[in-house]
């Protein structure tokens, strides 16, 4: 079990920054992956960034080159990076542990933290 909390949502002008961080209640070391999903009114839920304990990181195509996902497993911290925004980025963001075992592979997930872009 882990339990996680978003903060660093908000409003923000288009081409501006966002940093959103997400503390879990455990070490996130041994982690498989931690990461940032959003969703936006009306449409269903999508990955944006994600890091594996090995250091490989995956992002959706609308975010490359402008959003960086990190983890600082000291910290039990996940950060994302969120630079040029765009109002199509407006969503509530929500962070994500998935813990893979030999039994079985088990999600979590925070409580989301809304980001809002104006144009």
């Known amino acids: 079990q882990v339990q996680l909390v978003e903060s660093g949502g908000g409003l923000v002008q288009a081409g501006g920054s966002l940093r959103l961080s997400c503390t879990a209640s455990?070490?996130?070391?041994?982690?498989?992956?931690m990461g940032w999903y959003r969703q936006a009114p009306g449409k269903q839920r999508e990955l944006v960034a994600a890091?594996?304990?090995?250091?490989?990181?995956n992002y959706a195509d609308s975010v490359k080159g402008r959003f960086t996902i990190s983890r600082d497993n000291a910290k039990n911290t996940v950060f994302l990076q969120m630079n040029l925004l765009k109002p199509e980025d407006t969503a509530v963001y929500y962070c994500?542990?998935?813990?893979?075992?030999?039994?079985?592979?088990?999600?979590?997930w925070g409580q989301g933290t809304q980001v809002t872009v104006s144009s």
């Open positions: 890091a594996t304990s090995g250091s490989t990181t």
């Open positions: 455990r070490s996130i070391f041994s982690i498989y992956a």
């Open positions: 994500n542990a998935e813990i893979v075992s030999a039994a079985n592979t088990l999600n979590f």
